[in-house]
């Protein structure tokens, strides 16, 4: 059964009518079929959904990345690659089953998977702590990325999660500390890492597997370092302002690729991923083959410098600039006049109230004469 969203209700009662009409019998138990009524009842819905989905706003398209039919890692996993070969634990605590992690073959290809996995009811969803990583995942993760690394095997996440796990059990086993492990060891590799938002891009548990040379979202996924909600509690103590949060975040794909936070947004069918799964498989698949092939003819050391700049660029606006002393790819900061002069004066404070003293001796005389 098809589960709808609230602005979705008129898409809901349209595709009743077309279910309805393919009804191959009537109320007398005779066939008849309208095949002329189907097409215009789907043309219909067609045109509704496109009308719909054309004019999202940034809240109802975090209602469609957390869509309860929206396809999960697990599904991406099997469908796009091969011989996946799933591997557990972290060698210190445990197994966190909010990550799917594994080596397998896309085109013949060795990469290491890692997938953030919601579940797609609700004995799933407790058993994968609704996609919520613990610290066990994040040092699995860890493991398997340097296990990557020394074998020169690709890296491929799928991110979807509304963030890391934020228990008493997690924080006493170093919580923080994981995912800066995990931020850093994803800066470190020299082989290439690509993640793609399936859904949910939620605050450090995203960013935690998404420092990637490429970061690629689909069209109605999230990425935000808080959810609209809990931005709106903070600053107006008021969650029914979710609307306004959610638009002056900017964590929607085209807000996020204008930004420069993102690499690549790949197009979902009309309606959403949900509505054809296979399709936004097929396309990922693309995606991931195109990158990958990308970085076929650089060295790991190329990688590595090319993940770096690309994350140095991000608010290079804001002062970020080549430097004729950084590496030929590099970027360092470039400080403002206004700020080097702030800086000598503080630096040198008795020297500049000695110079205003003069000055202001100069300016008197001349008056004065």
Same mark, same amino acid.
């Given at each position: 059964?098809?589960?709808? #969203?609230?602005?979705?209700?008129?898409?809901?009662?349209?595709?009743?009518?077309l279910?309805?009409?393919?009804? /191959?019998?009537?109320?007398?138990?005779?066939?008849?079929?309208?095949?002329?009524?189907?097409?215009? !009842?789907? *043309?219909?819905?067609?045109?509704?959904? +496109?009308?719909?989905?054309?004019?999202?706003?940034?809240?109802?398209?975090?209602?469609?990345?957390?869509?309860?039919?929206?396809?999960?890692?697990?599904?991406?996993?099997?469908?796009?690659?091969? +011989?996946?070969?799933?591997?557990?634990?972290?060698?210190?605590?445990?197994?966190?089953?909010?990550?799917?992690?594994?080596?397998?073959? !896309?085109?013949?290809?060795?990469?290491?998977?890692?997938?953030?996995?919601?579940?797609? +009811?609700?004995?799933?969803?407790?058993?994968?702590?609704?996609?919520?990583? *613990?610290p066990?995942?994040?040092?699995?993760?860890?493991?398997?990325?340097?296990?990557?690394?020394?074998?020169?095997?690709?890296?491929?996440s799928?991110?979807?999660? /509304?963030?890391? @796990?934020?228990?008493?059990?997690?924080?006493?086993?170093?919580?923080?500390?994981?995912?800066?492990?995990?931020?850093?060891?994803?800066?470190s590799?020299?082989?290439?890492?690509?993640? !793609?938002?399936?859904?949910?891009?939620?605050?450090?548990?995203?960013?935690?597997?998404?420092?990637? +040379?490429?970061?690629?979202?689909?069209?109605?996924?999230? @990425?935000?370092?808080?959810?609209?909600?809990?931005?709106?509690?903070?600053?107006w103590?008021? /969650?029914?302002?979710?609307?306004?949060?959610?638009?002056?975040?900017?964590?929607?794909?085209?807000?996020?690729?204008?930004?420069?936070?993102i690499?690549?947004?790949?197009?979902? /069918? #009309?309606?959403?991923?949900h509505?054809?799964?296979?399709?936004?498989?097929?396309k990922?698949?693309?995606?991931?083959?195109?990158?990958?092939?990308?970085?076929?003819?650089?060295?790991?050391?190329?990688?590595?410098q090319?993940? *770096?700049?690309?994350?140095?660029?991000?608010?290079?606006?804001?002062?970020?600039?080549?430097?004729? @002393?950084?590496?030929?790819?590099?970027?360092?900061?470039?400080?403002?006049?206004?700020? *080097?002069? #702030?800086?000598?004066?503080?630096n040198?404070?008795?020297?500049?109230?000695?110079?205003?003293?003069?000055?202001?001796?100069?300016?008197?005389?001349?008056?004065?004469?």
């Open positions: 059964m098809r589960n709808y #969203l609230e602005f979705e209700k008129e898409i809901k009662s349209l595709e009743e009518d279910e309805n009409s393919k009804n /191959p019998f009537d109320k007398d138990g005779i066939s008849e079929i309208d095949t002329g009524k189907i097409k215009t !009842i789907q *043309k219909e819905i067609d045109e509704k959904l +496109n009308t719909i989905y054309s004019g999202l706003n940034s809240w109802q398209k975090t209602l469609v990345a957390r869509h309860e039919d929206r396809p999960r890692a697990n599904f991406y996993i099997d469908k796009i690659f091969k +011989n996946f070969t799933q591997l557990s634990g972290d060698r210190l605590f445990g197994e966190d089953k909010s990550i799917i992690a594994g080596f397998g073959l !896309i085109d013949n290809k060795s990469v290491l998977v890692l997938g953030q996995e919601k579940g797609d +009811n609700l004995d799933s969803r407790l058993e994968r702590n609704f996609g919520m990583m *613990k066990e995942g994040y040092r699995k993760c860890i493991r398997l990325m340097k296990l990557a690394d020394r074998f020169k095997v690709p890296v491929i799928f991110i979807d999660t /509304p963030g890391a @796990y934020p228990g008493m059990g997690a924080e006493k086993r170093g919580q923080a500390l994981a995912i800066a492990e995990s931020i850093d060891c994803c800066m590799l020299n082989v290439p890492n690509i993640s !793609i938002i399936i859904g949910e891009g939620g605050s450090g548990g995203a960013i935690a597997l998404a420092s990637s +040379n490429k970061v690629i979202m689909l069209e109605h996924s999230i @990425y935000s370092v808080i959810s609209p909600e809990g931005c709106a509690s903070i600053l103590r008021d /969650p029914s302002k979710s609307l306004e949060a959610a638009e002056a975040m900017k964590l929607t794909s085209k807000d996020l690729l204008k930004l420069g936070i690499d690549e947004i790949i197009n979902e /069918p #009309l309606g959403g991923a509505r054809d799964s296979e399709e936004i498989a097929a990922i698949k693309k995606s991931i083959l195109e990158n990958l092939k990308s970085f076929e003819n650089l060295s790991g050391e190329q990688i590595l090319q993940r *770096k700049t690309k994350f140095l660029k991000i608010g290079r606006d804001q002062g970020f600039t080549k430097s004729s @002393y950084a590496s030929e790819q590099g970027l360092s900061y470039s400080e403002p006049m206004y700020s *080097k002069f #702030l800086r000598i004066i503080q040198q404070k008795k020297i500049s109230i000695f110079a205003v003293i003069i000055l202001l001796l100069v300016v008197f005389y001349n008056v004065l004469m």
